[in-house]
């Protein structure tokens, strides 16, 4: 056998054994898209829990504001209703007034609370959704570098256990369509 016969038998196995690598490249290419796409979905999720994270505690420190107030108030009626003053009835005017505006912040403060608690639960949602992105994006990349040990072992197996863990990736992520 002559040099250049050894030359080209090397060639050829060489664009042979690349041939054999494309659809591993390409799944490596397709895994790399889909894992920014899970980094983003994530990082949006994220973001979007904490903003509505902020917006019951807002709605926390409103409700804990009315409750000082009628706290308050009630402390200024009990007052009253204790003390001895010259002007009796501008006494029980201030006090009537008081109650009129307790009895309308107690409804007030039923209705924040139950805002809190709707904005908190809903941030425990998103919370669920963020954390199916980020699984999603861990096993896409676990997906990513095992396929990448295929290119430099030629040894499909690591193909095909990259493609489950890349299944497993995209199923995680895509359950976040389940969750209620």
């Not at 490596?28 to 889909?34: C, E, K, Q, T």
């Not at 039923?110 to 941030?123: G, I, N, P, R």
């Not at 949602?125 to 699984?135: M, P, S, T, Y």
């Not at 290119?151 to 976040?176: D, E, H, K, M, P």
Request: with cysteine.
């Amino acid at each position: 056998m002559e040099a250049s016969e050894g030359q080209e038998l090397q060639e050829n196995a060489e664009k042979a054994s690349s041939a054999a690598m494309r659809p591993v490249a390409f799944t490596i290419s397709v895994l790399a898209v889909l894992v920014a796409i899970c980094t983003v979905l994530g990082h949006r999720t994220h973001t979007e829990a904490g903003l509505l994270q902020t917006k019951a505690a807002d709605q926390w420190n409103l409700y804990q504001a009315k409750k000082i107030r009628v706290n308050a108030t009630l402390l200024a009626t009990d007052l009253l209703s204790v003390m001895t003053v010259t002007d009796a009835d501008k006494a029980k005017k201030i006090a009537k007034g008081y109650a009129d505006h307790q009895d309308k912040w107690a409804d007030d403060l039923k209705e924040e609370q139950e805002k809190a608690e709707d904005l908190e639960a809903e941030v425990a949602k998103v919370e669920q959704h963020a954390n199916r992105f980020d699984l999603g994006e861990a096993l896409l990349e676990i997906a990513l570098v095992i396929c990448s040990v295929t290119l430099l072992t030629r040894n499909r197996l690591y193909w095909y256990l990259g493609l489950v863990f890349g299944l497993l990736g995209c199923l995680s992520a895509a359950s976040v369509l389940l969750l209620k």
